[in-house]
């Protein structure tokens, strides 16, 4: 049984990501393919679709390269909150990612968002992941 099912669906994007895979399949939850639209409304994936085949379902990213370099668009995907720790942040204290060039992932009252979309709604909450 997965204890972090946030960790292992982070872990299964860097392991496609070094692995130069063009898809990767990952199991499905609510809390996932939300994730999954705020990564691709960033540009940090080509295309997502979710399929319900059993009762739990799946998640099929298409992770988005350079055409000629090869370099991945996601250089960096690191959980921050675990189940151990819970990281918060408020409106006042929202973390900067690699100076405002990437994002962090959060999960507020108002749902999952990055961190610019929250300080614009003026909430905070839990953060979930860095991404850059």
């Given at each position: 049984?997965?204890t972090d099912p946030?960790?292992?669906?982070?872990?299964?994007?860097?392991?496609?990501?070094?692995?130069?895979?063009?898809?990767?399949?990952?199991?499905?939850?609510?809390l996932k393919k939300?994730?999954?639209?705020?990564?691709?409304?960033?540009?940090?994936?080509?295309?997502?679709?979710?399929?319900?085949?059993?009762?739990?379902?799946?998640?099929?990213?298409?992770?988005?390269?350079?055409?000629?370099?090869?370099?991945?668009?996601?250089?960096?995907?690191?959980?921050?909150?675990?189940?151990?720790?819970?990281?918060?942040?408020?409106?006042?204290?929202?973390?900067?990612?690699?100076?405002?060039?990437?994002?962090?992932?959060?999960?507020?009252?108002?749902?999952?968002?990055?961190?610019?979309?929250?300080?614009?709604?003026?909430?905070?909450?839990?953060?979930?992941?860095?991404?850059?």
């Amino acid at each position: 049984m997965n204890t972090d099912p946030i960790a292992d669906y982070l872990t299964r994007v860097r392991n496609a990501i070094k692995a130069n895979h063009r898809v990767v399949e990952i199991p499905a939850s609510n809390l996932k393919k939300e994730m999954t639209k705020v990564l691709f409304d960033k540009g940090y994936i080509t295309n997502y679709k979710f399929e319900d085949t059993n009762t739990q379902g799946t998640i099929k990213i298409a992770l988005k390269y350079n055409p000629i370099t090869k370099i991945p668009a996601i250089r960096n995907i690191s959980r921050v909150s675990t189940p151990g720790l819970r990281r918060y942040a408020g409106v006042d204290n929202m973390p900067r990612v690699l100076n405002g060039l990437g994002i962090a992932i959060l999960s507020t009252s108002k749902g999952i968002m990055t961190d610019k979309e929250a300080k614009n709604l003026n909430i905070g909450g839990e953060v979930l992941c860095y991404v850059y």
